[in-house]
């Protein structure tokens, strides 16, 4: 690595929103375990994925799932997480990804400076790596948090 004894900077990490909607779903998951850590990383967002992530939350059919599984209603703990998180500004569009709906977590990679993109969704993941970012499992990006720490 680099010189003794700096002390690193917290990952930032770009979160696929299906990955925060099984965390909420399944809290004692790889993707809820993946959020519990949430404070030794820098979660990134933009405007827009945070209303995306809201407004897939708050779908009736998930709120009745999701309002058994925890005492904290999920739209409570999506806020909550979401709160941490550093909004960036929307960078110019990038075009990564072969389904061009998923090139927004990309530009909010790119403008928030983050180091990888967590997400299960393959076309996501057949990108490996887009202007330094790389893209990753969740249960992938857990070990490398107990690696880094």
């Known amino acids: 690595g680099g010189p003794g004894g700096s002390r690193r900077r917290p990952l930032r990490v770009v979160v696929d929103t299906v990955v ?3 965390a909420l779903m399944n809290p004692t998951s790889t993707w809820g375990a993946l ?6 990383f820098t979660i ?4 827009g ?13 998930l709120q009745e799932r999701l309002s058994r599984l925890s005492d904290l209603p999920p739209l409570d703990r999506a806020i909550a997480y979401l ?6 500004q929307d960078h110019a569009p990038v075009e990564a990804c072969r389904d061009p709906d998923d090139d927004k977590f990309f530009a909010c990679a790119v403008a928030g400076n983050a ?3 967590v997400s299960e969704d393959e076309d996501i993941l057949a990108i490996g790596e887009y ?7 969740a249960a992938a990006f857990v070990r490398v948090l107990d690696g880094v720490r």
Do not use: M, N
């Open 49 to 61: 994925l945070r209303r995306e992530l809201l407004r897939v939350v708050a779908r009736k059919e």
């Open 131 to 137: 202007q330094g970012v790389k893209t990753i499992r």
């Open 35 to 40: 959020l519990d850590r949430a404070p030794e």
């Open 115 to 117: 180091d990888y993109i």
């Open 20 to 22: 925060f909607v099984r």
């Open 83 to 88: 709160s941490s998180a550093v909004v960036v």
């Open 44 to 47: 990134l967002t933009t405007d």
